[in-house]
């Protein structure tokens, strides 16, 4: 018999996805953020990359009924000088949470990077594994040292597709696509034959909330969450355009260029008929209704 939802302590809470979970879960959550970043009584400070004060964070959350912890915290690809090796010492402290305070299950936010996407989308979750790139390769070490360094906790692997929308400010494709349109206009790209599975964030966050609230069965261990299509980046830009145009009044003008070498991922659709099969995302946003949500709320920010 699985035990009752209780606290769902939210690692990453600070960043764009794990902000949008804390969201989804209101006061059911605990948000766990950076050392420095500013806390309130559902949230606590804690650098994950310290044992030490991670042993301190443990004898406050022994007071909180936590049955889940959604471990989102991430090193990204974004920043100047990524040290993909924090992933692991996070995940070290993460299962010492798990074990020391029995908590019942683990939600690992993975993603499409871990998969060897040579061959024809979709892709789902018995495809070969052959990461891309140094992010998709700690992605998928951290997925291997939770699945051997935890002992009671119940894991989960979501492997998710291209996630985006409100609160996304880091450097992605949409990001900067939106950004350029702000400020100058215009949208250039060079990649017209690449495809890619966007899902929008509060899909994403409500299908979480949704696997924890049910109680889902977790006895599969990894699960596929997109859209189940996939959009060429000349769409993408194309509906921008065209969201600009219709809503603003302003023109943004879209040049295409030739790429200057084969697409490493030419379209990372994941299969989520096994998701689908369980009442998983079933309904899903547009990409033309979350990219206007999103350019929306960058021009109301003005994030530039």
């Given at each position: 018999m699985q035990p009752s939802v209780g606290k769902i302590l939210v690692t990453g809470a600070s960043g764009f996805i794990g902000h949008a979970l804390v969201d989804a879960f209101g006061?059911?959550?605990?948000?766990?953020?950076?050392p420095h970043s500013k806390t309130s009584n559902h949230s606590f400070g804690c650098d994950l990359t310290d044992l030490e004060?991670?042993?301190?964070l443990a004898k406050k959350l022994k007071e909180h009924s936590i049955t889940h912890i959604v471990h989102a915290a991430a090193v990204t690809p974004w920043s100047l000088d990524p040290d993909f090796s924090l992933d692991i010492e996070m995940a070290k402290s993460v299962a010492w949470l798990c074990n020391k305070l029995?908590?019942?299950?683990l939600i690992f936010i993975s993603g499409w990077n871990v998969y060897d996407m040579s061959g024809k989308a979709?892709?789902?979750?018995?495809?070969?594994?052959?990461?891309?790139?140094?992010?998709?390769?700690?992605?998928?070490?951290?997925e291997q040292f939770f699945s051997q360094?935890?002992?009671?906790?119940?894991?989960?692997?979501?492997?998710?597709?291209?996630?985006?929308?409100?609160?996304?400010?880091?450097?992605?494709?949409?990001?900067?696509?939106?950004?350029?349109?702000i400020?100058?206009?215009?949208?250039?790209?060079?990649t017209v034959q690449v495809k890619r599975d966007y899902l929008y964030i509060t899909d994403f966050a409500q299908t979480i909330k949704q696997i924890v609230e049910s109680r889902h069965d977790e006895s599969r261990g990894v699960l596929n969450i997109g859209s189940g299509t996939s959009q060429p980046i000349s769409t993408v830009?194309?509906?921008i355009q065209d969201i600009f145009k219709t809503s603003y009044n302003i023109d943004v003008a879209v040049s295409y260029g030739e790429a200057s070498q084969q697409p490493a991922v030419?379209?990372?659709?994941?299969?989520?008929?096994?998701?689908?099969?369980?009442?998983?995302?079933?309904?899903?946003?547009?990409l033309a209704d979350g990219l206007a949500q999103y350019i929306e709320w960058r021009q109301h920010e003005n994030i530039l």
């Open positions: 006061k059911g959550a605990i948000g766990l953020t950076g004060a991670v042993k301190e029995n908590i019942p299950q979709p892709f789902g979750e018995d495809t070969a594994i052959q990461p891309t790139g140094d992010y998709g390769a700690s992605k998928f070490a951290v360094n935890l002992k009671q906790t119940r894991l989960l692997i979501l492997r998710t597709a291209s996630i985006y929308g409100v609160g996304q400010v880091s450097a992605g494709l949409i990001p900067n696509l939106v950004k350029s349109s400020e100058n206009h215009t949208i250039a790209i060079d830009a194309e509906t030419p379209n990372n659709r994941l299969d989520i008929s096994r998701a689908q099969k369980d009442g998983l995302l079933l309904k899903t946003k547009s």
